[in-house]
């Protein structure tokens, strides 16, 4: 049965800073690409980053360029998500999910796997 869990989530302060980590089990994921999507109240599901199955490449959205950072440890099948410099609007349930390809995408169709969620809050 494939999983995955994410955790590090919580409650900081506006400035602050976060790591959220996705473990992966049931399967080895090292030859496909890997994302965060975080849901705010009342908003739709909106992708924030992506990276390729090597971590050579990754895409991110605008709203979180230069202040969020993604990685990948295929020998753990693990995914993390450094987030800096945390804004209240940032607020919202994160979501890891591995995609179908190799190769990083935005496109949440592309995505196979889904973990449950971790609540990030900031507060002002």
């Known amino acids: 049965q494939v999983q995955l869990v994410e955790s590090g989530g919580g409650l900081v302060q506006a400035g602050g800073s976060l790591r959220l980590s996705c473990a992966a089990s049931g399967r080895t994921f090292s030859s496909y690409a890997m994302g965060w999507f975080r849901q705010a109240p009342g908003k739709e599901r909106e992708f924030i980053v992506s990276?390729?199955?090597?971590?050579?490449?990754?895409d991110y959205s605008d709203s979180i360029k230069g202040r969020f950072s993604i990685s990948r440890d295929n020998a753990k099948n693990t995914a993390y998500l450094q987030m800096n410099s945390l804004k209240p609007e940032d607020t919202a349930v994160y979501y890891c999910?591995?995609?179908?390809?190799?190769?990083?995408?935005?496109?949440?169709?592309?995505?196979?796997?889904w973990g449950q969620g971790t609540q990030v809050t900031v507060s002002s």
């Open positions: 999910a591995v995609a179908r390809v190799s190769w990083a995408t935005a496109r949440q169709y592309e995505y196979e796997y």
């Open positions: 990276i390729s199955w090597s971590g050579r490449s990754t």
